[in-house]
């Protein structure tokens, strides 16, 4: 089972680069990596999804090396709102299980 | 946009009690999951759903089960629920996809239960 690995917590500023990386040494040639977000009281939310390379989108951009046994998610230029948790999902439907992180606590300060 | 209701957002219930919690998703969705989140453990898959009536069991099923009897509904029931079973309750949905990928996974709001 691909178990996945984050930091605990992260602070930065708004309007810097945020990049926060997880580590799936166990990934299985099936799996995709997924992150979410969730804010306090909500369901987490989808916010980009890759399986090697880069994936860009309107929110974040997702790198993947060679090897994917790690990924970034990229937020360009956080702002207040992007504090939140944020969670890698790495799985498939041809695996048993799917696996969440324990999720990167985002603290943006102004 | 997808919506995932449940049926609760806050619960409190007394050791031994039978508990249910209900989730209903409007899209159609073939696949629903059950996961609880506890302050540090993250989210953890409790029980899975492809279809109607059939379900699979996720990382932590043990004091739990399942009912799907309907495509929009997936129910989680705690037979004889315990302290330990405290938690926030999510449930989501997704659509099939062929099994190739994780398609996105829509959340409800979550049931705080609470068991004294």
């Known amino acids: 089972l691909a178990k996945t690995t984050q930091p605990i917590s992260m602070d930065s500023y708004e309007g810097q680069e945020v990049n926060i990386t997880c580590s799936h040494n166990?990934?299985?040639?099936?799996?995709?990596i997924t992150w979410y977000q969730q804010f306090p009281s909500q369901g987490p939310r989808f916010i980009i999804q890759?399986?090697?390379t880069k994936v860009t989108n309107e929110v974040a951009s997702l790198f993947i090396p060679a090897d994917r046994k790690s990924s970034t998610l990229s937020l360009p230029r956080v702002s207040l709102s992007d504090t939140a948790v944020y969670y890698c999902?790495?799985?498939?439907?041809?695996?048993?299980?799917?696996?969440f992180g324990t999720g990167t606590r985002l603290q943006v300060f102004p | 946009d997808v919506k995932v209701t449940q049926s609760s957002r806050y619960l409190v219930k007394r050791t031994g009690e039978k508990v249910f919690l209900e989730c209903v998703q409007d899209?159609?969705?073939?696949?629903m999951f059950w996961y609880r989140q506890d302050p540090g453990l993250g989210l953890r898959l409790i029980y899975f759903?492809?279809?109607?009536?059939?379900?699979e069991k996720g990382d932590i099923p043990e004091g739990y089960s399942v009912s799907r009897e309907k495509k929009e509904r997936f129910s989680l029931i705690l037979e004889s629920a315990s302290t330990n079973q405290t938690s926030m309750y999510l449930c989501?949905?997704?659509?099939?996809?062929?099994?190739?990928?994780?398609?996105?996974?829509?959340f409800g709001p979550g049931t705080r239960l609470t068991v004294l």
């Open positions: 989501a949905s997704s659509p099939y996809s062929g099994g190739t990928s994780t398609d996105t996974q829509y």
């Open positions: 999902l790495v799985g498939s439907y041809n695996t048993d299980k799917l696996i």
């Open positions: 759903s492809y279809d109607v009536k059939m379900k």
């Open positions: 890759g399986y090697k």
């Open positions: 166990n990934i299985a040639t099936n799996d995709y």
């Open positions: 899209m159609d969705h073939e696949n």
